[in-house]
Protein backbone atom coordinates (compact mmCIF):
# COMPACT_ATOMS: atom_id res chain seq x y z
CA UNK A 1 0.00 0.00 0.00
CA UNK A 2 2.38 2.39 0.40
CA UNK A 3 4.36 1.47 -2.50
CA UNK A 4 1.45 2.17 -4.40
CA UNK A 5 0.73 5.47 -2.78
CA UNK A 6 5.13 6.32 -3.39
CA UNK A 7 4.55 5.55 -7.27
CA UNK A 8 1.42 7.87 -7.50
CA UNK A 9 3.34 10.46 -6.04
CA UNK A 10 5.66 9.91 -8.02
CA UNK A 11 3.77 9.81 -11.04
CA UNK A 12 1.97 13.12 -9.88
CA UNK A 13 5.24 14.87 -9.58
CA UNK A 14 6.37 13.94 -13.33
CA UNK A 15 2.76 14.93 -14.33
CA UNK A 16 3.21 18.47 -12.70
CA UNK A 17 6.75 18.63 -13.46
CA UNK A 18 6.23 17.87 -17.44
CA UNK A 19 6.04 21.25 -18.59
CA UNK A 20 9.00 22.44 -19.91
CA UNK A 21 12.61 20.97 -19.50
CA UNK A 22 12.23 18.85 -16.88
CA UNK A 23 10.30 16.19 -18.21
CA UNK A 24 13.63 14.63 -19.81
CA UNK A 25 15.61 15.35 -17.59
CA UNK A 26 13.05 13.42 -14.91
CA UNK A 27 12.75 10.41 -17.48
CA UNK A 28 16.57 10.14 -17.86
CA UNK A 29 17.30 10.24 -14.02
CA UNK A 30 14.51 7.61 -13.53
CA UNK A 31 16.63 5.24 -16.52
CA UNK A 32 19.89 5.70 -15.37
CA UNK A 33 18.16 4.74 -11.49
CA UNK A 34 16.99 1.67 -12.85
CA UNK A 35 19.46 0.54 -14.96
CA UNK A 36 22.20 1.32 -12.03
CA UNK A 37 19.99 -0.79 -9.75
CA UNK A 38 19.37 -3.74 -12.26
CA UNK A 39 23.32 -3.68 -12.77
CA UNK A 40 23.60 -3.27 -8.84
CA UNK A 41 21.32 -6.28 -8.10
CA UNK A 42 23.40 -8.69 -10.30
CA UNK A 43 26.69 -7.59 -9.22
CA UNK A 44 28.35 -6.13 -12.17
CA UNK A 45 28.38 -2.13 -12.42
CA UNK A 46 30.37 -1.38 -15.13
CA UNK A 47 30.65 0.90 -18.46
CA UNK A 48 26.86 0.17 -18.69
CA UNK A 49 26.16 2.46 -15.49
CA UNK A 50 28.79 5.16 -16.85
CA UNK A 51 26.72 5.30 -19.49
CA UNK A 52 23.07 5.34 -18.46
CA UNK A 53 24.35 8.08 -16.37
CA UNK A 54 26.11 9.67 -19.17
CA UNK A 55 22.72 9.56 -21.00
CA UNK A 56 20.55 11.08 -18.20
CA UNK A 57 23.30 14.31 -18.27
CA UNK A 58 22.95 14.35 -21.83
CA UNK A 59 19.13 14.91 -21.54
CA UNK A 60 19.85 16.95 -18.92
CA UNK A 61 21.44 19.67 -21.25
CA UNK A 62 18.96 18.99 -23.88
CA UNK A 63 16.42 20.08 -21.33
CA UNK A 64 18.69 22.85 -20.24
CA UNK A 65 18.36 24.01 -24.09
CA UNK A 66 14.85 23.01 -24.26
CA UNK A 67 13.90 26.32 -21.61
CA UNK A 68 15.33 28.72 -24.33
CA UNK A 69 13.14 27.87 -27.63
CA UNK A 70 9.69 28.60 -26.60
CA UNK A 71 7.17 25.31 -26.93
CA UNK A 72 3.24 24.23 -26.40
CA UNK A 73 2.48 22.24 -23.82
CA UNK A 74 0.30 19.95 -25.70
CA UNK A 75 1.74 16.89 -26.67
CA UNK A 76 3.05 15.84 -23.77
CA UNK A 77 0.42 12.50 -22.54
CA UNK A 78 2.68 10.39 -23.88
CA UNK A 79 5.34 11.25 -22.04
CA UNK A 80 3.40 11.11 -19.11
CA UNK A 81 2.59 7.82 -19.26
CA UNK A 82 6.00 6.61 -20.31
CA UNK A 83 7.20 8.32 -17.38
CA UNK A 84 5.14 6.67 -15.07
CA UNK A 85 5.91 3.65 -16.64
CA UNK A 86 9.64 4.43 -15.83
CA UNK A 87 8.65 5.15 -12.17
CA UNK A 88 6.96 1.75 -11.60
CA UNK A 89 10.28 0.38 -13.22
CA UNK A 90 12.78 2.02 -10.48
CA UNK A 91 10.63 1.34 -7.83
CA UNK A 92 10.33 -2.98 -8.67
CA UNK A 93 14.02 -2.59 -8.76
CA UNK A 94 14.24 -1.18 -5.69
CA UNK A 95 11.70 -3.38 -4.04
CA UNK A 96 11.89 -6.98 -5.72
CA UNK A 97 15.33 -8.16 -5.05
CA UNK A 98 16.38 -11.53 -5.10
CA UNK A 99 14.78 -14.37 -6.46
CA UNK A 100 12.27 -12.28 -8.51
CA UNK A 101 15.27 -10.74 -10.87
CA UNK A 102 13.56 -12.52 -14.02
CA UNK A 103 10.08 -10.30 -13.53
CA UNK A 104 11.75 -7.38 -12.95
CA UNK A 105 13.90 -8.06 -15.67
CA UNK A 106 10.91 -8.73 -18.08
CA UNK A 107 9.23 -5.54 -16.27
CA UNK A 108 12.31 -3.49 -17.64
CA UNK A 109 12.08 -4.84 -21.23
CA UNK A 110 8.38 -3.87 -21.06
CA UNK A 111 8.86 -0.34 -19.55
CA UNK A 112 11.62 0.54 -22.06
CA UNK A 113 9.37 -0.92 -24.98
CA UNK A 114 6.46 1.60 -23.75
CA UNK A 115 8.88 4.55 -23.60
CA UNK A 116 9.92 3.44 -27.07
CA UNK A 117 6.40 3.58 -28.40
CA UNK A 118 5.25 6.20 -26.27
CA UNK A 119 8.36 8.27 -27.44
CA UNK A 120 7.95 7.80 -31.10
CA UNK A 121 3.72 8.35 -30.62
CA UNK A 122 4.45 11.53 -28.94
CA UNK A 123 7.33 12.76 -32.37
CA UNK A 124 4.99 11.61 -34.50
CA UNK A 125 2.40 13.88 -33.49
CA UNK A 126 4.96 16.59 -32.21
CA UNK A 127 4.39 20.07 -33.91
CA UNK A 128 7.35 22.15 -33.11
CA UNK A 129 11.38 20.90 -32.53
CA UNK A 130 10.74 20.73 -28.72
CA UNK A 131 8.42 18.57 -27.98
CA UNK A 132 10.15 16.60 -31.05
CA UNK A 133 13.16 16.41 -29.17
CA UNK A 134 11.46 15.45 -26.06
CA UNK A 135 9.85 12.53 -27.82
CA UNK A 136 13.27 11.28 -29.25
CA UNK A 137 14.70 11.50 -26.25
CA UNK A 138 11.96 9.64 -24.19
CA UNK A 139 12.49 6.78 -27.19
CA UNK A 140 16.17 6.99 -26.46
CA UNK A 141 15.83 6.26 -22.74
CA UNK A 142 13.51 3.00 -23.38
CA UNK A 143 16.20 2.25 -26.02
CA UNK A 144 19.08 2.03 -23.32
CA UNK A 145 17.05 0.19 -21.42
CA UNK A 146 16.42 -2.62 -23.59
CA UNK A 147 20.28 -2.82 -24.30
CA UNK A 148 20.86 -2.61 -20.62
CA UNK A 149 18.90 -5.58 -19.93
CA UNK A 150 20.26 -7.30 -22.87
CA UNK A 151 23.69 -6.06 -22.36
CA UNK A 152 24.74 -4.80 -25.31
CA UNK A 153 27.48 -1.77 -25.55
CA UNK A 154 26.90 -1.62 -28.94
CA UNK A 155 23.87 -0.20 -29.10
CA UNK A 156 24.19 2.14 -25.95
CA UNK A 157 27.15 3.95 -27.90
CA UNK A 158 24.75 4.12 -30.51
CA UNK A 159 22.07 5.56 -28.38
CA UNK A 160 24.64 8.22 -26.45
CA UNK A 161 26.09 9.36 -30.09
CA UNK A 162 21.93 9.43 -30.94
CA UNK A 163 21.87 11.76 -27.95
CA UNK A 164 24.89 14.19 -28.99
CA UNK A 165 23.30 14.87 -32.18
CA UNK A 166 19.93 15.52 -31.05
CA UNK A 167 21.83 18.01 -28.47
CA UNK A 168 23.67 19.72 -31.51
CA UNK A 169 20.20 19.89 -33.42
CA UNK A 170 18.40 22.01 -30.71
CA UNK A 171 21.90 23.60 -30.25
CA UNK A 172 21.94 24.57 -33.93
CA UNK A 173 17.75 26.00 -33.68
CA UNK A 174 16.97 29.79 -33.60
CA UNK A 175 16.23 30.82 -29.68
CA UNK A 176 15.04 34.13 -30.72
CA UNK A 177 11.49 33.34 -31.96
CA UNK A 178 12.18 29.20 -33.05
CA UNK A 179 9.63 26.59 -32.41
CA UNK A 180 7.70 27.54 -35.65
CA UNK A 181 9.07 25.34 -37.69
CA UNK B 1 34.85 -15.65 -55.47
CA UNK B 2 35.72 -13.57 -52.16
CA UNK B 3 35.36 -14.17 -48.22
CA UNK B 4 33.19 -12.21 -46.76
CA UNK B 5 35.51 -10.12 -44.24
CA UNK B 6 37.62 -9.37 -47.53
CA UNK B 7 34.45 -8.10 -49.21
CA UNK B 8 33.33 -5.37 -46.51
CA UNK B 9 36.81 -4.17 -45.73
CA UNK B 10 36.72 -3.18 -49.57
CA UNK B 11 33.28 -1.90 -49.31
CA UNK B 12 35.22 0.75 -46.75
CA UNK B 13 38.07 1.20 -48.47
CA UNK B 14 35.93 2.20 -51.25
CA UNK B 15 33.61 4.19 -49.35
CA UNK B 16 36.52 6.41 -47.93
CA UNK B 17 38.58 6.59 -51.63
CA UNK B 18 35.07 7.74 -53.22
CA UNK B 19 34.41 10.13 -50.80
CA UNK B 20 37.65 11.37 -50.85
CA UNK B 21 38.08 11.47 -54.30
CA UNK B 22 34.80 13.51 -54.77
CA UNK B 23 36.09 15.90 -52.40
CA UNK B 24 39.49 16.92 -53.72
CA UNK B 25 38.20 16.75 -57.22
CA UNK B 26 35.24 18.11 -57.27
CA UNK B 27 33.40 15.25 -58.80
CA UNK B 28 34.19 15.53 -62.83
CA UNK B 29 31.31 13.45 -64.78
CA UNK B 30 34.24 10.92 -65.43
CA UNK B 31 35.05 9.98 -62.10
CA UNK B 32 31.70 9.45 -60.85
CA UNK B 33 31.21 7.04 -63.39
CA UNK B 34 34.27 5.13 -62.75
CA UNK B 35 33.07 5.36 -58.86
CA UNK B 36 30.05 4.25 -59.77
CA UNK B 37 31.39 1.25 -62.06
CA UNK B 38 34.20 0.00 -59.63
CA UNK B 39 31.23 -0.57 -57.11
CA UNK B 40 29.17 -2.70 -59.20
CA UNK B 41 31.95 -4.98 -60.44
CA UNK B 42 32.96 -5.17 -56.75
CA UNK B 43 29.55 -5.87 -55.83
CA UNK B 44 29.12 -8.91 -58.63
CA UNK B 45 32.59 -10.03 -57.71
CA UNK B 46 31.87 -9.99 -53.70
CA UNK B 47 28.20 -11.60 -54.17
CA UNK B 48 29.56 -14.24 -56.38
CA UNK B 49 29.77 -16.61 -53.64
CA UNK B 50 25.80 -17.16 -53.71
CA UNK B 51 24.68 -19.56 -55.44
CA UNK B 52 21.24 -18.29 -57.10
CA UNK B 53 20.99 -15.77 -59.57
CA UNK B 54 18.63 -14.07 -57.45
CA UNK B 55 20.83 -12.87 -54.59
CA UNK B 56 23.87 -12.14 -57.06
CA UNK B 57 21.32 -9.40 -58.42
CA UNK B 58 20.23 -8.71 -55.08
CA UNK B 59 23.77 -8.19 -54.00
CA UNK B 60 23.88 -5.51 -57.18
CA UNK B 61 21.30 -3.36 -56.26
CA UNK B 62 22.64 0.11 -54.64
CA UNK B 63 25.56 -0.30 -57.08
CA UNK B 64 22.79 -0.47 -59.87
CA UNK B 65 20.54 2.08 -58.48
CA UNK B 66 24.26 4.30 -58.24
CA UNK B 67 24.67 3.78 -62.09
CA UNK B 68 21.41 4.65 -62.70
CA UNK B 69 21.80 7.84 -61.26
CA UNK B 70 24.97 8.78 -62.25
CA UNK B 71 24.43 7.99 -65.68
CA UNK B 72 20.95 9.30 -65.65
CA UNK B 73 19.30 11.68 -68.52
CA UNK B 74 18.21 14.75 -66.12
CA UNK B 75 22.14 15.43 -64.76
CA UNK B 76 22.60 18.58 -66.72
CA UNK B 77 20.33 21.11 -66.03
CA UNK B 78 20.64 20.20 -62.36
CA UNK B 79 22.38 22.33 -59.72
CA UNK B 80 22.77 20.20 -56.69
CA UNK B 81 25.30 21.42 -54.08
CA UNK B 82 28.56 19.46 -53.52
CA UNK B 83 27.30 17.27 -50.22
CA UNK B 84 24.05 16.44 -52.18
CA UNK B 85 25.90 15.01 -54.96
CA UNK B 86 28.30 13.45 -52.31
CA UNK B 87 25.41 11.61 -50.83
CA UNK B 88 24.31 8.73 -53.11
CA UNK B 89 27.51 7.66 -53.20
CA UNK B 90 27.66 7.60 -49.75
CA UNK B 91 23.83 6.14 -49.26
CA UNK B 92 24.78 3.28 -51.72
CA UNK B 93 28.01 2.96 -50.40
CA UNK B 94 26.58 2.18 -46.83
CA UNK B 95 23.82 -0.19 -48.35
CA UNK B 96 26.56 -2.40 -49.97
CA UNK B 97 28.54 -2.32 -46.90
CA UNK B 98 24.85 -3.23 -44.86
CA UNK B 99 23.79 -6.02 -47.20
CA UNK B 100 27.13 -7.53 -46.85
CA UNK B 101 27.70 -7.52 -43.19
CA UNK B 102 23.60 -8.87 -43.11
CA UNK B 103 23.00 -8.35 -39.14
CA UNK B 104 19.75 -6.83 -38.40
CA UNK B 105 21.92 -4.78 -35.65
CA UNK B 106 24.44 -3.78 -37.49
CA UNK B 107 21.78 -2.50 -40.35
CA UNK B 108 20.18 -0.11 -37.39
CA UNK B 109 23.73 1.48 -37.02
CA UNK B 110 24.21 1.68 -40.91
CA UNK B 111 20.96 3.31 -41.72
CA UNK B 112 21.79 5.90 -38.21
CA UNK B 113 24.79 6.54 -40.03
CA UNK B 114 22.93 7.48 -43.30
CA UNK B 115 20.80 9.76 -41.01
CA UNK B 116 23.03 11.27 -39.86
CA UNK B 117 24.50 12.29 -43.35
CA UNK B 118 21.02 13.59 -44.63
CA UNK B 119 20.49 15.58 -41.55
CA UNK B 120 24.18 17.31 -41.85
CA UNK B 121 23.45 17.97 -44.96
CA UNK B 122 20.08 19.75 -44.25
CA UNK B 123 21.48 22.14 -41.62
CA UNK B 124 20.91 25.42 -42.72
CA UNK B 125 21.45 29.11 -41.11
CA UNK B 126 18.57 28.87 -39.83
CA UNK B 127 19.23 25.23 -37.83
CA UNK B 128 17.39 22.16 -39.87
CA UNK B 129 14.71 23.38 -42.42
CA UNK B 130 11.17 21.54 -42.67
CA UNK B 131 12.04 18.42 -44.54
CA UNK B 132 14.88 18.06 -42.07
CA UNK B 133 12.96 18.01 -38.81
CA UNK B 134 10.46 15.39 -40.52
CA UNK B 135 13.26 13.34 -41.82
CA UNK B 136 14.76 13.38 -38.04
CA UNK B 137 11.15 12.36 -36.84
CA UNK B 138 10.82 9.31 -39.83
CA UNK B 139 14.05 8.07 -39.24
CA UNK B 140 15.07 8.10 -35.64
CA UNK B 141 11.60 7.49 -34.99
CA UNK B 142 11.25 4.30 -37.21
CA UNK B 143 15.28 3.09 -35.86
CA UNK B 144 14.36 3.46 -32.54
CA UNK B 145 11.27 1.38 -32.96
CA UNK B 146 12.91 -1.12 -35.07
CA UNK B 147 15.30 -1.54 -32.29
CA UNK B 148 12.87 -2.20 -29.67
CA UNK B 149 11.51 -4.97 -31.76
CA UNK B 150 15.00 -6.12 -32.57
CA UNK B 151 15.83 -6.99 -29.16
CA UNK B 152 12.00 -8.30 -27.97
CA UNK B 153 13.12 -10.60 -31.10
CA UNK B 154 16.35 -11.79 -29.29
CA UNK B 155 14.48 -11.78 -26.01
CA UNK B 156 12.84 -14.75 -26.79
CA UNK B 157 9.74 -14.51 -24.62
CA UNK B 158 6.94 -16.25 -25.96
CA UNK B 159 5.15 -16.85 -29.72
CA UNK B 160 2.75 -13.75 -29.03
CA UNK B 161 5.80 -11.35 -27.89
CA UNK B 162 7.91 -12.51 -31.21
CA UNK B 163 5.07 -11.63 -33.43
CA UNK B 164 4.68 -8.04 -32.04
CA UNK B 165 8.61 -7.73 -32.16
CA UNK B 166 8.07 -8.60 -35.69
CA UNK B 167 6.10 -5.82 -36.51
CA UNK B 168 7.72 -3.69 -34.51
CA UNK B 169 10.98 -4.74 -36.33
CA UNK B 170 9.82 -4.13 -39.88
CA UNK B 171 7.58 -1.18 -39.41
CA UNK B 172 10.38 0.68 -37.93
CA UNK B 173 12.38 -0.41 -40.68
CA UNK B 174 10.21 0.50 -43.32
CA UNK B 175 9.54 3.66 -41.73
CA UNK B 176 13.46 4.92 -41.10
CA UNK B 177 13.38 3.93 -45.18
CA UNK B 178 10.44 6.10 -45.86
CA UNK B 179 8.76 3.69 -48.09
CA UNK B 180 5.16 4.47 -46.56
CA UNK B 181 4.90 8.18 -46.70
CA UNK B 182 7.98 10.22 -47.83
CA UNK B 183 8.02 14.14 -46.59
CA UNK B 184 8.67 16.55 -49.01
CA UNK B 185 10.52 15.93 -52.54
CA UNK B 186 11.68 12.70 -53.43
CA UNK B 187 15.96 13.29 -53.32
CA UNK B 188 18.58 11.22 -54.93
CA UNK B 189 19.20 8.16 -53.03
CA UNK B 190 15.75 8.06 -52.25
CA UNK B 191 15.75 3.83 -52.71
CA UNK B 192 19.37 3.13 -51.66
CA UNK B 193 18.16 2.60 -47.90
CA UNK B 194 14.73 0.37 -48.64
CA UNK B 195 17.67 -1.42 -51.02
CA UNK B 196 19.43 -2.55 -48.39
CA UNK B 197 16.88 -3.22 -45.45
CA UNK B 198 14.69 -5.65 -47.55
CA UNK B 199 17.40 -8.38 -48.50
CA UNK B 200 18.65 -8.83 -45.02
CA UNK B 201 15.19 -8.41 -43.24
CA UNK B 202 14.12 -11.63 -45.64
CA UNK B 203 17.35 -12.90 -45.09
CA UNK B 204 16.61 -12.69 -41.13
CA UNK B 205 13.12 -14.30 -41.97
CA UNK B 206 14.73 -17.55 -42.02
CA UNK B 207 15.75 -17.24 -38.31
CA UNK B 208 12.85 -15.94 -37.17
CA UNK B 209 9.75 -17.19 -39.48
CA UNK B 210 7.44 -14.92 -37.75
CA UNK B 211 8.95 -11.86 -39.63
CA UNK B 212 6.94 -12.90 -42.77
CA UNK B 213 3.76 -12.62 -41.93
CA UNK B 214 4.96 -8.95 -40.85
CA UNK B 215 6.28 -8.38 -44.09
CA UNK B 216 3.07 -9.32 -45.93
CA UNK B 217 0.80 -7.29 -43.78
CA UNK B 218 3.61 -4.29 -43.76
CA UNK B 219 3.65 -4.53 -47.89
CA UNK B 220 -0.09 -4.74 -47.95
CA UNK B 221 -0.06 -1.12 -46.11
CA UNK B 222 2.62 -0.11 -48.02
CA UNK B 223 0.68 -0.76 -51.08
CA UNK B 224 -2.53 0.56 -50.46
CA UNK B 225 -0.87 3.91 -48.77
CA UNK B 226 0.50 4.01 -52.17
CA UNK B 227 -2.33 3.50 -54.08
CA UNK B 228 -4.49 6.03 -51.70
CA UNK B 229 -2.20 8.58 -52.03
CA UNK B 230 -3.14 11.25 -53.95
CA UNK B 231 -3.16 11.37 -57.42
CA UNK B 232 -0.84 14.37 -57.84
CA UNK B 233 1.84 12.95 -55.84
CA UNK B 234 1.77 9.20 -56.21
CA UNK B 235 5.20 8.27 -57.44
CA UNK B 236 6.43 5.35 -59.18
CA UNK B 237 8.42 3.95 -56.44
CA UNK B 238 6.42 3.90 -54.13
CA UNK B 239 4.35 0.91 -56.08
CA UNK B 240 7.76 -0.85 -56.42
CA UNK B 241 8.48 -0.75 -53.05
CA UNK B 242 5.28 -2.28 -51.52
CA UNK B 243 5.75 -4.91 -54.07
CA UNK B 244 9.40 -5.32 -53.12
CA UNK B 245 8.32 -5.79 -49.15
CA UNK B 246 5.20 -7.67 -50.39
CA UNK B 247 7.65 -10.04 -52.49
CA UNK B 248 10.44 -10.52 -49.33
CA UNK B 249 7.44 -11.58 -47.02
CA UNK B 250 6.91 -14.87 -49.21
CA UNK B 251 7.88 -17.77 -48.29
CA UNK B 252 11.21 -18.99 -49.36
CA UNK B 253 9.91 -21.45 -51.92
CA UNK B 254 11.53 -23.22 -55.01
CA UNK B 255 12.26 -19.74 -56.62
CA UNK B 256 14.90 -18.69 -54.22
CA UNK B 257 14.18 -14.77 -53.72
CA UNK B 258 13.73 -14.14 -57.14
CA UNK B 259 10.27 -11.76 -56.94
CA UNK B 260 12.50 -10.17 -54.31
CA UNK B 261 15.28 -9.41 -56.38
CA UNK B 262 13.37 -8.56 -59.53
CA UNK B 263 11.51 -5.77 -57.71
CA UNK B 264 14.52 -4.16 -56.02
CA UNK B 265 16.12 -3.97 -59.50
CA UNK B 266 13.15 -2.04 -60.79
CA UNK B 267 12.91 0.08 -57.87
CA UNK B 268 16.88 0.65 -58.03
CA UNK B 269 16.23 1.76 -61.96
CA UNK B 270 13.78 4.80 -60.91
CA UNK B 271 15.21 7.90 -60.71
CA UNK B 272 12.96 10.70 -58.64
CA UNK B 273 13.72 12.90 -61.75
CA UNK B 274 11.62 11.22 -63.92
CA UNK B 275 9.05 9.89 -61.63
CA UNK B 276 6.62 8.20 -63.60
CA UNK B 277 7.61 6.00 -66.39
CA UNK B 278 5.33 6.25 -69.48
CA UNK B 279 2.89 3.75 -69.49
CA UNK B 280 3.68 2.16 -72.70
CA UNK B 281 6.42 0.68 -71.10
CA UNK B 282 5.00 -1.31 -68.80
CA UNK B 283 4.32 -3.94 -70.98
CA UNK B 284 6.13 -6.81 -72.15
CA UNK B 285 8.95 -7.00 -73.02
CA UNK B 286 9.61 -3.24 -72.05
CA UNK B 287 10.14 -2.86 -68.46
CA UNK B 288 10.68 -5.79 -65.71
CA UNK B 289 7.05 -4.92 -64.46
CA UNK B 290 4.98 -7.76 -66.26
CA UNK B 291 7.79 -10.15 -66.00
CA UNK B 292 7.55 -9.39 -61.74
CA UNK B 293 3.77 -10.13 -62.39
CA UNK B 294 4.12 -12.81 -63.79
CA UNK B 295 6.68 -14.28 -61.32
CA UNK B 296 4.91 -12.78 -58.25
CA UNK B 297 1.74 -14.44 -59.10
CA UNK B 298 3.41 -17.86 -59.63
CA UNK B 299 4.82 -17.54 -56.44
CA UNK B 300 1.78 -16.05 -54.95
CA UNK B 301 -0.78 -19.52 -55.70
CA UNK B 302 -1.05 -20.21 -52.28
CA UNK B 303 -2.15 -16.82 -50.97
CA UNK B 304 -5.06 -16.19 -53.27
CA UNK B 305 -6.48 -12.75 -51.32
CA UNK B 306 -2.73 -11.22 -50.99
CA UNK B 307 -2.74 -12.13 -54.95
CA UNK B 308 -5.83 -10.48 -55.43
CA UNK B 309 -4.96 -7.34 -53.16
CA UNK B 310 -2.11 -6.54 -55.15
CA UNK B 311 -3.52 -6.98 -58.64
CA UNK B 312 -5.89 -4.17 -57.65
CA UNK B 313 -2.95 -2.41 -56.58
CA UNK B 314 -1.09 -2.53 -59.92
CA UNK B 315 -4.33 -0.86 -61.71
CA UNK B 316 -3.11 2.80 -60.65
CA UNK B 317 0.41 1.77 -61.77
CA UNK B 318 -1.08 0.98 -65.22
CA UNK B 319 -3.50 3.37 -65.62
CA UNK B 320 -0.81 6.40 -64.48
CA UNK B 321 -1.91 9.05 -67.05
CA UNK B 322 -0.03 8.47 -70.16
CA UNK B 323 2.32 11.01 -71.30
CA UNK B 324 2.13 12.74 -67.87
CA UNK B 325 5.76 12.64 -67.49
CA UNK B 326 8.30 15.73 -68.29
CA UNK B 327 10.06 13.78 -70.88
CA UNK B 328 10.80 10.49 -72.38
CA UNK B 329 13.83 8.59 -71.15
CA UNK B 330 16.73 8.08 -72.84
CA UNK B 331 17.65 5.38 -75.01
CA UNK B 332 19.82 4.08 -72.58
CA UNK B 333 17.09 3.72 -69.55
CA UNK B 334 14.71 1.67 -71.76
CA UNK B 335 17.82 -0.38 -72.96
CA UNK B 336 18.60 -1.15 -69.57
CA UNK B 337 14.75 -1.74 -68.69
CA UNK B 338 14.85 -3.94 -71.17
CA UNK B 339 17.46 -5.93 -70.43
CA UNK B 340 16.02 -6.52 -66.52
CA UNK B 341 13.25 -7.85 -68.02
CA UNK B 342 14.66 -10.45 -70.18
CA UNK B 343 16.80 -11.23 -67.14
CA UNK B 344 13.70 -11.82 -64.86
CA UNK B 345 11.89 -13.77 -67.21
CA UNK B 346 15.11 -15.99 -68.36
CA UNK B 347 15.74 -16.75 -64.45
CA UNK B 348 11.97 -17.60 -63.83
CA UNK B 349 12.01 -19.50 -66.98
CA UNK B 350 15.27 -21.88 -66.04
CA UNK B 351 14.20 -22.03 -62.41
CA UNK B 352 10.44 -23.57 -63.78
CA UNK B 353 12.24 -25.63 -66.09
CA UNK B 354 14.41 -27.66 -63.19
CA UNK B 355 17.34 -26.13 -62.93
CA UNK B 356 16.85 -25.30 -59.37
CA UNK B 357 19.55 -22.77 -58.30
CA UNK B 358 22.79 -21.51 -60.28
Do not use: K
Request: aromatic letters at 6%; proline letters at 6%.
Amino acid sequence: MLVLLFGVLVILSLSTSGARGGGPVWHGACMAACVCLSRWGLGRVGPACIMAVGLAGLFGLLGVQMLHVPAGARERSGLRLAGGLACIAVLAQVIMQGPQVDMTARLMGMTGLAAILCGVWGACIARGPVALCAGLACGLDGVMLLAARADSLLVMGEVIIAAIGLNILLATHPRSHGGAA
Amino acid sequence: MMAPPLYASLLGGWLVLAQTALLVTGGTLALRGLLAVVLLVLCGVGSAHFPDMARIMTGCGPALALCVWVFGPSRAGENASRGGDMLPFFLSGIAALAMALGRCDLLVALLGCGLVARLGLAIGPRGLDRDGWQVLRMGLGGLLVAQGGLFVLQADWGHMQDQAGAILLVGGLLLACGVPGRPGMVAPGWNMEALAVLPVVAQAARIWPVLLPALTFMGCVCLSWAVLSRRGRSFLGDYWAGWAVLAAGLPGGGMGGLPLAASLLAMACVTPSDGRLPWAMLWPPALPGMAIVLVLVGEMGNMPPVALLAGASLWPVMAACPGAGPGRPSWARAALLLAIGCVVLACAGYDQMGGGSW
